[in-house]
C-alpha cells in the first residue's frame, strides 16, 4: 500500500462497516466508507450495477439510509444456495452533530459521494 | 517455510518438505520473470495478476507456505487451494496470494518471494499494487514505477511509465521492496491510482495494459472490462478484509514511530 504524500487533506482511518446481505430480501450490503474532514463528513458508497435514477437517500436524525435497485439482477452463492440479489441497501449512523439540510451527493463510476456538513456548535474563546 | 513446485523443470530440497525431483522441461533461453500480486488498494494487484493468469492460461505450478499464516483454504469447481499459488508459462511465473497479509506475514511473505527467486533463477520481479489517489476527475487512471535497482529504470523508460517519486509505502509491498533492495534480484513495483477503499478493476486494467507492455505479451482487456460492475461487487468482502489489514498494519507502524514525530 502506498500513500502519497500529495493526498491532501487529512484522513481519519475510514470506518469501513461490515457487509451482511439480507439473502431473504435479496438485498446486498454495499461497501461502504465514511471519512472525516475538517467542516464535513465524506460518506462514500460503492454501487456498482446501479443507476442514478435508481437511488433513494434518507436522513433520518443523524443515520443515513441509502437504497439502490440494481439494473439488473445479480447472482450470487452463498451458503451453498444461489441468490438473485435485487436491491443494495446500508444504514449509516454519523458520529457528530450534522447539517442534512445543506448535503449535497454525487454519483459517478457506479460510486456515491455525500458531502455532509458538520454543525458547528460552541463559542470562541478570547485569549488574553 | 515450504515451496512445492512441480514440472518446472527444476528439482530442488526443501528442508520442511520432501525433496521434489521433478521432470526436465524445455529449458527457455529468455530471462525468467515473476509477477506478484496480493491484496491492497483497489485491490489492483489481485485483479490484475489474477487476469494475466487466465488470459494467458498459465498453469498452477505449485503453492506457498508461510509460518503463522491461518489456515486458509478455497474450493473451486470441487479443486481444493491454498492461498499463496504459484503460476508458469514459458518464462514467466507468478506469485498470487488470495489473503491480505499483516505485518508480520507480510515480512514472511517477502522472504519466501525471494528464496522462490533464488530457487528457480529469477531476473526480475514485478509487483503490482495501487495507490489511493484523491483525484476525482474522470481521465483514466495513471500509473507509476518504483525500482529497487537501477537496471530497471530503463523498463520504465522504454515503457512511458513515470517515476514514483515522494510518498511512504508500508504492507506487503514495503516488505518486499526492503528484502530486493538489498539483494541482486531488482524488483519493480507498479502502482496504479485506484480508489483505496473500494475494488477498482478499472485501474487494473491499467496496470494489466502497462504488465503487458514489460513482458511483451498481447493481452485483450474487453472480458475484465465487461465484468468490472460484477466484480466489484463479488470482492466486497475480499475489500473490506484487506482494508482491515492494511489498517491494521498502519496502525503497527505508526506505534513503533517515536511521539515526537506523530
Redesign the interface.
Known amino acids: 500500500m502506498i500513500k502519497n504524500i500529495d493526498f491532501k487533506f487529512e484522513i481519519i482511518p475510514p470506518i469501513i462497516n461490515s457487509l451482511f446481505d439480507d439473502i431473504e430480501h435479496r438485498i446486498l450490503s454495499p461497501l461502504s466508507c465514511l471519512r472525516e474532514f475538517d467542516n464535513h463528513w465524506m460518506l462514500e458508497f460503492d454501487l456498482p450495477l446501479v443507476s442514478k435514477k435508481d437511488i433513494k437517500i434518507i436522513f433520518d436524525g443523524n443515520t443515513i439510509n441509502v437504497e439502490a435497485k440494481l439494473k439488473e439482477k445479480y447472482s450470487e452463492e452463498q451458503l451453498g444456495k444461489i441468490t438473485k440479489f435485487e436491491y443494495f441497501k446500508k444504514s449509516i449512523s454519523l458520529p457528530g452533530k450534522i447539517d442534512s439540510k445543506k448535503t449535497a451527493a454525487k454519483f459517478q463510476k457506479g460510486r456515491l459521494e455525500i458531502k455532509i456538513p458538520k454543525k458547528m456548535l460552541g463559542h470562541s474563546v478570547k485569549i488574553n | 517455510m515450504k515451496i512445492n513446485i512441480e514440472n518446472l523443470g527444476f528439482s530442488f530440497n526443501c528442508k520442511l518438505c520432501k525433496n521434489y525431483y521433478l521432470k526436465i522441461a524445455k529449458q527457455d533461453t529468455q530471462e525468467n520473470t515473476l509477477l506478484v500480486g496480493f491484496p491492497?488498494?483497489g485491490l489492483v494487484g489481485t485483479f490484475s495478476v489474477s487476469y494475466l493468469i487466465h488470459h494467458l492460461k498459465m498453469k498452477q505450478v505449485g503453492e506457498i507456505e508461510i509460518p503463522d499464516l491461518p489456515s486458509t483454504l478455497f474450493v473451486e469447481g470441487g479443486e481444493i487451494l491454498v492461498p499463496i499459488r504459484v503460476y508458469n508459462k514459458n518464462n514467466i511465473f507468478i506469485i498470487i496470494s488470495d489473503v491480505p497479509f499483516n505485518q508480520y506475514l507480510a515480512e514472511n511473505f517477502a522472504v519466501a518471494v525471494h528464496k522462490f527467486c533464488k530457487k528457480f533463477a529469477i531476473k526480475k520481479i514485478v509487483i503490482v499494487?495501487?495507490?489511493?489517489?484523491?483525484s476525482k476527475e474522470?481521465k483514466p487512471p495513471k500509473i507509476y514505477g518504483l525500482v529497487t535497482h537501477p537496471i530497471l529504470e530503463n523498463t520504465l523508460y522504454e515503457n512511458q511509465i513515470p517515476k514514483?517519486l515522494?510518498?511512504?509505502?508500508?504492507?506487503?509491498?514495503a516488505a518486499i521492496i526492503s528484502v530486493f533492495r538489498k539483494t541482486k534480484i531488482p524488483a519493480l513495483v507498479l502502482?496504479a491510482e485506484c480508489?483505496?477503499?473500494?475494488?477498482d478493476p478499472?485501474a487494473s486494467i491499467v496496470a494489466i495494459v502497462t504488465l503487458a507492455k514489460i513482458l511483451d505479451v498481447n493481452v485483450d482487456t474487453s472480458d475484465i472490462q465487461n465484468k468490472?460492475?460484477?466484480l466489484?461487487?463479488?470482492h466486497?468482502?475480499l475489500?473490506?478484509e484487506t482494508?482491515?489489514t492494511?489498517?491494521q498494519?498502519?496502525q503497527e507502524k505508526q506505534t513503533r514511530a517515536p511521539q515526537i514525530y506523530r
Open positions: 491492497s488498494n499494487s495501487g495507490m489511493e489517489t484523491a474522470k514514483f515522494d510518498g511512504s509505502i508500508f504492507g506487503t509491498d502502482y480508489h483505496p477503499f473500494f475494488p478499472e468490472m460492475d460484477r466489484r461487487i463479488q466486497r468482502n475489500m473490506e482494508i482491515r492494511l489498517q498494519q498502519q
